[in-house]
């Protein structure tokens, strides 16, 4: 073998072990992330409406507690005679 074949053997190689670094590399492929991001939708897709019902209902008890105080107030001051 000539020297300028060794040298293309050489640069041949060179570029398989590029590819194999390549190929190697640690990470995600796209439809994992897809996968995830489809999973996380759907518990997002479960969870928000559960979680804004949860807070109206919340805000709905709260109302009614407000109305019994003032209506309480409202008794206490005419049964002083304020009213």
Do not use: H
Not at 13 to 20: A, F, P, W, Y
Request: charged share 30%; no cysteine.
């Amino acid at each position: 073998m000539n020297t300028q074949t060794i040298r293309i053997m050489r640069i041949i190689t060179k570029g398989e072990t590029m590819l194999q670094k390549i190929r190697n590399t640690k990470g995600f492929t796209l439809i994992e992330l897809m996968i995830v991001g489809a999973i996380i939708g759907i518990f997002l897709a479960i969870l928000v409406p559960t979680f804004i019902s949860f807070m109206d209902d919340e805000e709905s008890a709260n109302s009614d507690i407000q109305i019994e105080q003032t209506i309480d107030e409202k008794e206490d001051e005419k049964s002083e005679g304020k009213l």
